[in-house]
């Protein structure tokens, strides 16, 4: 007797007709706090997204272009965003020989020392001082914004860029996400030999509509701020 049995199909891969006015059910209890912060990192010519025998490779990814993760969305060389938020951290890393990895992020550099005490790697770890961006990503083809902030960490070579920043920034009229900028990779040469650092070029003032976006993001992610404007 010929076996009659059905391949079982266990799902598809586009989104079936059933499904396409679903509302997210089940996920009630997901707040911002529960989900993966997009980062904005820039490629270096130690970084395993470009080696093509590394299982992090990434088709098409070069020195100098910017990447988004999760996703590992390439954005090239530049991009343009607005600038929704400015915070500092202190952030535990693991020595690259050891196997590196973020080890906690800490509002004070004292919280990072006391937390630094208590692993028992602590020898193979160091504090880095970092400043984070919040941006909005905007397609300079099309102008539409993404209104999913990105965070954009800033550390050793790219801190003399981000004081800049917040220079250019503050000495502006109206708010921090009055306006839009250009972030570009910029070749340069050390001790250490070629690398990539980070670059800035204000390009002009934010569209009503985008302003009130950034200005929403801004409110959400700072409740204090929100409260006060109710």
């Known amino acids: 007797m010929a076996n009659s049995k059905k391949a079982v199909v266990l799902a598809s891969t586009d989104l079936p007709a059933h499904l396409q006015q679903s509302g997210g059910l089940g996920n009630e209890n997901v707040s911002s706090d529960s989900l993966q912060v997009p980062r904005i990192k820039q490629l270096q010519g130690i970084s395993h997204e470009i080696d093509k025998y590394h299982g992090n490779f990434i088709e098409g990814a070069e020195v100098g272009q910017w990447l988004v993760t999760p996703g590992n969305r390439i954005l090239g060389d530049e991009i343009y965003a607005i600038n929704v938020k400015f915070t500092e951290s202190y952030v535990i890393w693991g020595d690259r020989e050891s196997g590196g990895g973020n080890k906690g992020s800490f509002p004070t550099e004292a919280a990072a020392e006391e937390a630094l005490a208590q692993l028992p790697d602590s020898k193979n770890c160091y504090i880095q001082h970092t400043h984070d961006h919040a941006l909005l990503l905007m397609d300079p083809a099309t102008g539409e914004l993404d209104t ?33 900028w250009k972030v570009f990779s910029v070749r ?28 929403e993001v801004y409110l959400n992610m700072t409740p204090e701020a929100k409260a006060a404007a109710a």
């Open 148 to 180: 999913t902030p990105c965070m954009f960490s800033m550390n050793r070579s790219k801190m003399s860029t981000s004081r800049n920043w917040n220079t250019q920034i503050m000495s502006k009229p109206g708010d921090r996400f009055s306006s839009v």
């Open 188 to 215: 340069k040469e050390g001790n250490k030999g070629v690398f990539m650092v980070a670059d800035i070029e204000w390009v002009g003032y934010a569209q009503e509509a985008d302003y009130n976006s950034a200005k």
